[in-house]
């Protein structure tokens, strides 16, 4: 069974927004911080924002500094991605993952498509 589900993701212009979402049962979610990464054509997978299990703490890497937002609501079991001013080096399937302690990620989604067009 699917255990982490990224939504929002799509085809946007540059200079453009999207909001991801990422739910979870309350079982995966609760009590873990949460990531988001990003995997493009040809590229590793890299890190884009960290968030702590309370959402006091986020990092995120410094291509996106400025203009991505990590939150969540624990109350819903979802933790989001606020991607504003997109480029086109922002496309990529975005994925989701619990963080079981020290950076150890153990739990992925499935990914969502962002396609950003210049």
């Known amino acids: 069974q699917v255990q982490l589900v990224e939504s929002g993701g799509g085809l946007v212009q540059a200079g453009g927004s999207l909001r991801l979402s990422c739910a979870a049962s309350?079982?995966?979610?609760?009590?873990?911080?949460m990531g988001w990464f990003r995997q493009v054509p040809g590229k590793e997978r890299e890190f884009v924002a960290g968030i702590s299990w309370s959402g006091g703490s986020t990092r995120y890497a410094d291509s996106v500094k400025g203009r991505f937002t990590i939150s969540r609501d624990n109350t819903k079991n979802t933790v989001y991605l606020q991607m504003n001013s997109l480029k086109p080096d922002d496309t990529a399937v975005y994925y989701c993952?619990?963080?079981?302690?020290?950076?150890?990620?153990?739990?992925w989604g499935q990914g969502t498509q962002v396609t950003v067009s210049s």
């Open positions: 993952a619990r963080d079981r302690g020290g950076a150890k990620y153990d739990i």
């Open positions: 309350t079982r995966i979610f609760s009590s873990y911080a």
